[in-house]
């Protein structure tokens, strides 16, 4: 082989690992960005802000109105609410993106007192939507009330 045979070889194997390690890095900011819209999630879900859990929601997501109730009735019945999310694996695919939570939740009856403690596994679903990442649904038990659940 050629000198210039070995550089242009060794031009596109550096090529071809440069475009290898640049979609690493998208996919892992991709993926950096669903984990922060879980975060952010979880975080107006504690601190009972119900407007700011239905922004993070798709527009074509089913009975927002629903969710809406169910969020403030909770925030009526409970307080003290507290999220741990476990993150499973983050998979993208296109403008869609999926990450699997194993959830623990505490919160404390307003009445009673008394501590309620839940837990389950949830599959959440997510679309790119102007340039944010938005739950389209869940699979699963989800630490959002029911009627999320589709």
Do not use: C
């Amino acid at each position: 082989m050629s000198i210039q045979a070995r550089k242009l070889k060794g031009l596109a194997v550096v090529a071809a690992l440069t475009v290898i390690s640049a979609s690493y890095v998208y996919a892992d900011l991709k993926e950096e960005r669903v984990s922060l819209v879980v975060d952010k999630l979880v975080s107006v879900y504690e601190s009972r802000q119900a407007d700011m859990v239905l922004e993070l929601l798709s527009e074509n997501i089913s009975n927002p109105s629903g969710l809406e109730k169910s969020l403030r009735d909770e925030y009526d019945r409970y307080h003290s609410i507290e999220v741990m999310a476990i993150y499973g694996p983050i998979l993208i695919r296109g403008d869609t993106a999926s990450v699997k939570l194993k959830w623990y939740k505490k919160r404390i009856e307003k009445k009673t007192g008394s501590y309620e403690r839940t837990e389950g596994e949830v599959t959440l679903y997510f679309r790119l939507e102007s340039g944010d990442y938005k739950l389209i649904r869940q699979e699963g038990k989800g630490f959002l009330p029911e009627p999320f659940l589709n």
